[in-house]
C-alpha cells in the first residue's frame, strides 16, 4: 500500500508541476485538463478527510500507522506540508485562468 500511496502522491507533484509550466508558457491541453482534474479531485479528498489524506484510513487498517509525509519530510515539516501544497496548488491554478493563451503584449 505504501508504495501505491507513494506514486500516487510523486504523480500528484508532477500534476501540480505540469500546471505551473503551463501557466508558465501558456500551453494547454488534454494532458494539463487531467492534471487539474486530479488536483481537483486530491482536494475534494482532503475535504472530506478534514485536511489529512484519504488514504490515510485504509493505509493504517492495512498494518502501517506512519502517515506518508511524515516518512518523507518529518512529523513537524508534514504538518506543514498540506496547507503549503493546497497554497501552491490554488496560485497554480489561479496563473492558468490569468494567464490564458494568446494574451501577451504585443
Known amino acids: ?4 500511496h507513494e506514486a500516487i502522491a510523486v504523480g500528484e507533484l508532477l500534476c501540480l508541476a505540469y500546471i505551473w509550466i ?3 508558457t501558456r500551453r494547454r491541453g ?3 485538463r487531467a492534471c487539474v482534474v486530479i488536483l481537483l479531485g486530491e482536494g475534494a479528498g482532503l475535504v472530506v ?4 489524506c484519504p488514504l490515510g484510513p485504509l493505509q493504517r487498517r492495512l498494518g502501517d500507522p506512519v502517515p ?10 508534514a504538518r506543514r506540508a498540506v496547507p503549503l501544497l493546497v497554497g501552491v496548488s490554488a496560485a497554480g491554478l489561479t496563473a492558468l485562468v490569468c494567464r490564458r ?5 504585443r
Not at 1 to 4: A, D, S, T
Not at 49 to 52: A, D, T
Open 49 to 52: 478527510g478534514r485536511g489529512k
Open 22 to 24: 503551463c501557466a508558465i
Open 101 to 105: 493563451p494568446g494574451t501577451e503584449h
Open 68 to 77: 506518508l509525509f511524515v516518512l518523507w519530510l518529518g512529523p513537524r515539516a
Open 30 to 32: 488534454p494532458l494539463l
Open 1 to 4: 500500500m505504501r508504495v501505491v
